[in-house]
């Protein structure tokens, strides 16, 4: 079974950055489409980016386009999600995901394996 662990969040004003990383292990990382999700209180969880197996394919949410930037390094077991230009909007736990599949998926049903979360405070 993989698991996931997640660092990186914390406190920033607005318009400042983060880079978020998720540590794999216990499976073959490279075989996996690994995404980021984020859930805010009171709201459900939303995607937010996801990277293909080799990470020449990548999708974003409305939302973060041009402002997050999901990349991988597979002889390190990590994704990371660079977050630039951050608004209040933002502030919210932070996932990383596992999707077995070889195609790009962005709903949050195809994803096996999930980290604990980081929090991302983003004050205005």
């Known amino acids: 079974q993989v698991q996931l662990v997640e660092s990186g969040g914390g406190l920033v004003q607005a318009g400042g950055s983060l880079r978020l990383s998720c540590v794999a292990s216990?499976?073959?990382?490279?075989?996996?489409?690994m995404g980021w999700f984020r859930q805010a209180p009171g709201k459900e969880r939303e995607f937010v980016a996801a990277?293909?197996?080799?990470?020449?394919?990548?999708s974003y949410a409305d939302s973060v386009k041009g402002r997050f930037t999901i990349s991988r390094d597979n002889a390190k077991n990590t994704v990371y999600l660079q977050m630039n230009s951050l608004k209040p909007e933002d502030t919210a736990v932070y996932y990383c995901?596992?999707?077995?599949?070889?195609?790009?998926?962005?709903?949050?049903?195809?994803?096996?394996?999930w980290g604990q979360g980081t929090q991302v405070t983003v004050s205005s």
């Open positions: 990277i293909s197996r080799s990470g020449g394919s990548t």
């Open positions: 995901a596992a999707d077995s599949s070889m195609v790009v998926r962005t709903a949050l049903l195809w994803y096996d394996y």
């Open positions: 216990g499976g073959t990382f490279s075989s996996y489409v």
